[in-house]
């Protein structure tokens, strides 16, 4: 292969954001509530600390629900991208953006997700940010499930649990491909459908006090199962919609290491990573690995899945395959091992890799090693939807200097152009977040990952301002000269 120092041509240079993360108008214009809205931040928890962040029970959520302000629940007001889209997308041109890969809050087309037709008032804003994009010159790739599941579905059937959502699912999904038809054509199904098994009432609004008892793990299996399910069937819907839609899978990966060569060190890591596989396994193969389904069995999860099922995932498996990559984790079965935050997982801390202010290890390579593992496997094209750092970002004389984030990026770019320049196809990448934006873990604002800076804290004060960053113009020319200007630095 040719080595050049561009990216090919065509790359989809870009950026990724989600709805409940950005939009704000949590009771505008008939919305209903989502698993988001009732998602809280408490300054007296501490920062890292994902599990008490995610806390979920049925009579928080009855609190959630009868506080009719958003003092607590930052995801309700995200970044007012809902008044001020027009602007953040001026500045994502600016850029250079290719695309843009955003998310359709279900609850604004769908409020409690069961009406047989869609709330024409979020139909028309979709339309109207697609219209705006497609002036713009950035094309849309659009996830139809990014931890925004209507609530009453969540309180009403236990979410994914019950295979009814199934239908749910696929008559809001239809909605999307027909009304969006002239402006979208990449599609992608489910948000990191993996993470179901670190937070179940986020990705699939299991809330455990309504799971069966002694059976909460099965039912998260069999929930995760209904979403397989629906990922196929709207995956067929898309196509028949229109031949031109393209539809991806979308995996957390989350590269493991041995921590060191001892035999049980490598058994782990390797259990691990092949467990990571198993969900694009799934939607790429259209089928169950054959020692997942063992490991099942022998922990006594029974799943249920027809021949109809297994038919559904063989005949609709995805065109593209794409992932977040944020951080590499080690393995170790030493009990004692020092163990770090990672993108909602705890992993065992590498002696060999500096850390965000957040704790996540920064590992540019892995993410080649990432690249050419999953090609290998699958050899289907790809897209780095989510990549970036979060870190503290301060202002300065009316300057913010971020060379921490240009660092990061510049690192992990010239790995990926090294794993392209070995054969894998990755035709898009879109980094986490353009924008800063509410976190999805912890649901701060100070967790900051964008090229341009919005003036709000964790409290919601602020004047909701736009600026750039240092690290914007940088990314502007990595853009502007398709990845040839990291040969000069």
């Keep these: 292969m040719n ?47 994902y599990a008490a962040h995610m806390e ?20 309700r007001r995200g970044i007012d991208f809902y008044h001020r889209y027009k602007e953040d997308l001026a500045m994502f041109a600016e850029l250079g953006f290719k695309t843009l890969r955003l998310s359709i809050a279900w609850s604004r087309l769908f409020p409690t997700g069961e009406e047989e037709k869609p ?38 059937y236990n979410g994914w649990v019950e295979r009814r959502v ?24 489910f948000n990191e459908i993996d993470s179901i098994h670190r937070h179940p009432f986020t990705t699939a609004g299991i809330i455990p006090d309504k799971c069966t008892t002694g059976k909460e793990e099965q039912e998260v299996y069999q929930a995760l199962h209904h979403q397989f399910v629906a990922s196929a069937l709207v995956t067929k819907v898309a196509h028949e919609v229109n031949a031109k839609n393209q539809v ?38 259209g089928e169950y690995p054959r020692m997942i389904e063992i490991n099942l069995e022998n922990r006594g999860i029974h799943l249920d899945i027809s021949d109809e099922d297994r038919r559904i995932l063989k005949e609709n498996t995805v065109d593209f395959l794409t992932f977040s990559y944020y951080m590499s ?19 065992v801390k590498n002696p060999y890799l500096p850390s965000t ?44 200097h971020d060379p921490y984030r240009v660092e990061y990026f510049k690192e992990h770019f010239k790995q990926m152009k090294e794993a392209i320049d070995e054969g894998v196809d990755l035709i898009g990448y879109t980094s986490w977040a353009p924008i800063d934006l509410v976190s999805a873990g912890t649901s701060q604002m100070s967790k900051r ?30 853009i502007a000269t398709n990845g040839a200007s990291l040969a000069d630095e």
């Design 56 to 75: 979920i029970s049925t009579s928080k959520i009855e609190e959630a629900i009868a506080d009719k302000s958003d003092k607590w629940y930052p995801k």
């Design 166 to 189: 199934i239908d749910d699912f696929v008559r809001f999904s239809t909605v999307c491909f027909k009304e969006y038809d002239q402006y979208v054509d990449y599609w992608l199904t």
């Design 248 to 285: 991806g899978c979308m995996l957390t990966k989350l590269m493991t290491y041995p921590l060191t060569c001892a035999p049980l060190d490598v058994e782990l890591t390797l259990n691990k990573n092949l467990e990571n596989h198993f969900y694009t396994d799934v939607q790429v193969k």
């Design 329 to 347: 984790m080690a393995e170790s079965g030493d009990p004692e091992a020092e163990r770090t935050p990672g993108n909602t997982v705890l992993g």
């Design 357 to 400: 202010d957040w704790g996540w290890q920064i590992d540019p390579k892995g993410l080649k090693i990432s690249m050419i593992e999953l090609y290998d496997r699958y050899r289907i094209p790809m897209m780095i939807v989510e990549n970036g750092m979060g870190s503290v970002d301060r202002i300065e004389n009316g300057e913010i």
């Design 449 to 478: 990952y964008g090229f341009i800076y919005v003036d709000a804290d964790d409290e919601g004060n602020g004047t909701y301002n736009r600026m750039k960053k240092d690290s914007f113009d940088w990314y502007q020319k990595v």
């Design 3 to 49: 080595k050049t120092n561009e990216f090919p041509k065509d790359f989809l240079w870009g950026g990724a954001i989600a709805a409940n993360q950005v939009e704000g108008g949590w009771n505008l214009d008939g919305k209903g509530l989502s698993v988001a809205d009732i998602a809280s931040y408490k300054p007296n928890i501490d920062n890292k600390d």
């Design 119 to 156: 709330n024409e008032a979020g139909v028309e804003f979709y339309r109207n940010v697609f219209k705006e994009m497609n002036r713009l010159g950035i094309k849309p790739i659009v996830t139809l499930s990014h931890y925004e599941m209507p609530l009453s579905l969540s309180l009403k």
